[in-house]
């Protein structure tokens, strides 16, 4: 049931929208397209006025409407190729060029964090931020020792903001899910719920300081990713002070041109520094749009990544990762029906789905796109193709997972615009055969080891007392183990016949070929130009041979069969 605040939300939404010249967007609703001729009855379409361009106009929409709105078209801004250049050009200014708040509220805020004023923490504090985003914005500072740093302050009320959003996201996920024939599907509901989680850490710098220092410790000596240094003294839940860094924006194609970057290499380290986050940290930094990324100035043939903004990060359950692995390492390697067993046995598609025809479907729609470079790719056509095929086979999206597929879209787009001509397959592929290679095998065996020797060792001096404990514990009839039960008894029957049938089987295979053997010795009796001795050894196998047989065909009389 919508709520009056609520149903107030949904009418200032569409005067935004009618505000910024998008009133077509809310008409093309349906909901209000029946009522569409209203449009020529609106004052402000009566006469011909100039208009700011439809990019802008949709930013600055955006802009108003909230943080919930703004992630998404920063979101959008990654993916030029589903987008005209114009809006994607103008969306990217919601990566960090959101209008700031006043800079009272930002002394404020840091006055309240750390019960004292800027100036008793900082020697220097610039009034104009960074940058400034949906969440919070930075500005630059130098601390008392020298050291400069950056500032990250959370926007004042921002959570009762998104709060009011996410309930409206809420109350459109369940009309979704209660009323339209895909909602079942597409869990739109779970979606939510995990999209609002998200959001909501991401208003906590402290959590998001712990995010940094783990990235950091992750990828310390690497010569690909560098992540700043947190000043955990100065952290607070919406306060938060790092090493300021100082690099080229990701999305600053023409700098990085004219200062000699190797843009191959690096379109070919970031889908690296993805899948390495992905599958061997298992922890990926999961809001990697480019006004997150930067490139260092260092080295131009050996670019490095620098990554700042770490709110947003995500983590797989082990049995999620260990399908995703098997799924990438399958597709790289076009082994179609083991993509489609993967998906049965995960239970991402129904049980009885029939594998040859989810095999054929999902060749379909991959084989056109190997062995091409990004700029060759239609995502928008792959993307629909996939969403026709998923509805098809009635494939359930799944929520935990929704993080990693926003982030896989992200680093795509970010290649896209670096480097068109990446094989993103080409290399993305040793990466995860090497990565297979350490999951199974010699090295995952020794891996395993490794990982799980020193609890055996610390559990090693207590396992003699441990063993005395179960016997006593049997021999006074405290464990009640069924060994006398009719089954049990039968089948420790079986095994103890089978067991024998072995040694007759073996002995008088034996026997009867000692026999054979013998066959040509001549100073031993004969009957019937033979030796006797042979004789006796062949008919000892043939006879031991032939009490086995018996043996085995009573054990199968007496052993009752499972019904």
């Known amino acids: 049931m919508i709520r009056p605040a609520q149903l107030l939300r949904l009418l200032y939404i569409n005067f935004v929208l009618v505000r910024h010249g998008l009133d077509e967007v809310v008409f093309a609703i349906h909901l209000f397209r029946p009522v569409r001729w209203l449009l020529f009855l609106l004052p402000w379409n009566w006469f011909r006025r100039k208009r700011a361009p439809r990019g802008e106009r949709i930013r600055r929409a955006l802009e108003d409407l909230g943080p919930v709105f703004v992630k998404f078209g920063q979101m959008l801004s990654t993916r030029r190729d589903l987008l005209p250049d114009d809006?994607?050009?103008?969306?990217?200014?919601?990566?960090?060029?959101?209008?700031?708040?006043?800079?009272?509220?930002?002394?404020?805020?840091?006055?309240?964090?750390?019960?004292?004023?800027?100036?008793?923490?900082f020697a220097h504090f610039d009034e104009t931020p960074l940058a400034s985003a949906s969440i919070a914005q930075v500005h630059a500072a130098t601390l008392k020792d020298g050291t400069d740093v950056v500032v990250k302050v959370v926007r004042p009320n921002i959570k009762t903001v998104i709060r009011r959003d996410v309930d409206l996201l809420y109350i459109g996920a369940e009309l979704a899910e209660r009323y339209w024939p895909e909602g079942r599907r597409l869990r739109p509901v779970e979606v939510v719920r995990e999209y609002e989680k998200t959001i909501f850490d991401e208003l906590d710098l402290v959590r998001e300081a712990a995010n940094a220092s783990q990235l950091r410790r992750n990828f310390e000596g690497s010569s690909k990713l560098y992540i700043p240094e947190i000043y955990w003294?100065?952290?607070?839940?919406?306060?938060?002070?790092?090493?300021?860094?100082?690099?080229?924006?990701?999305?600053?194609i023409d700098t990085l041109v004219a200062r000699g970057v190797n843009l191959?290499?690096?379109?070919?380290?970031?889908?690296?520094?993805?899948?390495?986050?992905v599958f061997r940290h298992n922890f990926f930094h999961a809001d990697m749009h480019p006004g997150n990324i930067f490139v260092a100035h260092d080295e131009t043939d050996n670019p490095r990544y620098l990554a700042v903004d770490f709110g947003i990060v995500g983590t797989l359950a082990p049995e999620d990762k260990r399908y995703l692995a098997e799924n990438f390492h399958a597709f790289f390697n076009r082994d179609y029906r083991r993509v489609a067993e993967l998906h049965v046995e995960s239970g991402w598609v129904p049980a009885d789905t029939r594998v040859d025809e989810f095999e054929s479907a999902i060749r379909t729609v991959c084989e056109p796109i190997f062995q091409r470079p990004l700029r060759d790719i239609s995502f928008g056509q792959l993307l629909l193709r996939l969403f026709q095929t998923a509805r098809r086979f009635h494939m359930e999206v799944q929520p935990q997972l929704v993080l990693l597929q926003k982030t896989l879209l992200n680093i795509e787009g970010l290649g896209r615009q670096l480097y068109p001509d990446l094989d993103l397959w080409k290399t993305a592929k040793p990466f995860l055969e090497r990565w297979m290679d350490e999951q199974?095998?010699?090295?995952?065996?020794?891996?395993?080891?490794?990982?799980?020797?020193?609890?055996?060792?610390?559990?090693?001096?207590?396992?003699p007392d441990q063993v005395h404990e179960l016997i006593t514990r049997t021999n006074n009839g405290e464990l009640q183990l069924q060994w006398q039960s009719e089954q049990l008894e039968q089948l420790r029957g079986e095994i103890s016949r089978a067991n024998r049938r072995s040694i007759a089987v073996i002995a008088g295979a034996a026997l009867a070929l000692g026999?054979?053997?013998?066959?040509?010795?001549?100073?031993?009796?004969?009957?019937?130009?033979?030796p006797v001795f042979s004789w006796a050894l062949g008919a000892a196998g043939i006879l031991a041979m032939l009490i086995a047989a018996l043996d085995g065909q009573r054990g199968v009389r007496t052993v009752p069969r499972k019904r």
């Open 264 to 277: 191959k290499k690096l379109a070919e380290r970031g889908v690296e520094i993805f899948f390495t986050q």
């Open 440 to 463: 199974v095998g010699v090295r995952a065996l020794i891996g395993g080891v490794k990982k799980h020797l020193p609890k055996f060792l610390e559990q090693l001096p207590s396992m």
């Open 233 to 252: 003294e100065y952290s607070t839940p919406r306060v938060m002070v790092m090493e300021r860094i100082h690099g080229t924006p990701i999305s600053d």
């Open 515 to 530: 026999g054979f053997l013998t066959l040509g010795l001549s100073d031993m009796p004969t009957v019937g130009g033979a």
């Open 87 to 121: 809006i994607a050009v103008e969306l990217t200014r919601l990566q960090d060029a959101v209008p700031p708040f006043p800079i009272e509220d930002v002394r404020a805020r840091i006055e309240k964090a750390y019960g004292r004023p800027a100036s008793e923490v």
